[in-house]
T-cell receptor, first 110, second 115 residues
Framework: AQSVAQPEDQVNVAEGNPLTVKCTYS??????LFWYVQYPNRGLQFLLK??????LVKGSYGFEAEFNKSQTSFHLKKPSALVSDSALYFC????????FGTGTRLQVFP | EPEVTQTPSHQVTQMGQEVILRCVPI?????FYWYRQILGQKVEFLVS????????KSEIFDDQFSVERPDGSNFTLKIRSTKLEDSAMYFC?????????????FGAGSRLTVL
């Protein structure tokens, strides 16, 4: 079975500071890992994915994520947060179907 | 940029009534999905659909649920007799390929409220 855990319900960060949203996964075999973002009253938007290769993956809006096989983690990061980054972020793992974590609400304060 | 379109955006229904949620996937996509998100909870997989048949379904997708691609463009989710616990946001998604590495494109969702 595949699963994803997002240990933080909410992350608060000041604008301009770096942000990290945590994700750990459990899957047999090599994982396909994704981050999606959900803005209010909108659907899920793809941010980035890890399939294979370089452990550091760059995505949309300046976000990046680091795949760590030994820690089974795929944390989302951004060097300098913007107020407009405030949204709900979902980590997901896929083998045959996309399975989402519980989501982490990111709040960036001016 | 191509979009997945869902209608209605919000539907209110009485318990026991039938509901049909509609989706227009991206035109060259071949794989279609329904997910749901109960308020404040995780996004849950319901069903995947390819080549006019269900590829996989979750334990949530019981006999009250059905999916159909009636005319080659629409992809519908029908709930035959709604329950209070069916109240949720339902997301349709599509992808060009069906392997796990593919990115799913999601619609904006249909909010279902069962009274």
């Amino acid at each position: 079975a595949q699963s994803v855990a997002q240990p933080e319900d909410q992350v608060n960060v000041a604008e301009g500071n770096p942000l990290t949203v945590k994700c750990t996964y459990s899957v047999s075999g090599n994982p396909y890992l994704f981050w999606y973002v959900q803005y209010p009253n909108r659907g899920l938007q793809f941010l980035l994915k890890y399939i294979t290769g370089d452990n550091l993956v760059k995505g949309s809006y300046g976000f990046e994520a680091e795949f760590n096989k030994s820690q089974t983690s795929f944390h989302l990061k951004k060097p300098s947060a913007l107020v407009s980054d405030s949204a709900l972020y979902f980590c997901a793992v896929s083998r045959d179907k996309l399975i989402f974590g519980t989501g982490t609400r990111l709040q960036v304060f001016p | 940029e191509p979009e997945v379109t869902q209608t209605p955006s919000h539907q209110v229904t009485q318990m026991g009534q039938e509901v049909i949620l509609r989706c227009v996937p991206i035109s060259n996509h071949l794989y279609f999905y329904w997910y749901r998100q109960i308020l404040g909870q995780k996004v849950e997989f319901l069903v995947s659909f390819y080549n006019n048949e269900i590829s996989e379904k979750s334990e949530i997708f019981d006999d009250q649920f059905s999916v159909e691609r009636p005319d080659g463009s629409n992809f519908t989710l029908k709930i035959r007799s709604t329950k209070l616990e069916d109240s949720a946001m339902y997301f349709c998604a599509s992808s060009f390929q069906g392997d796990g590495a593919n990115v799913l494109t999601f619609g904006a969702g249909s909010r279902l409220t069962v009274l």
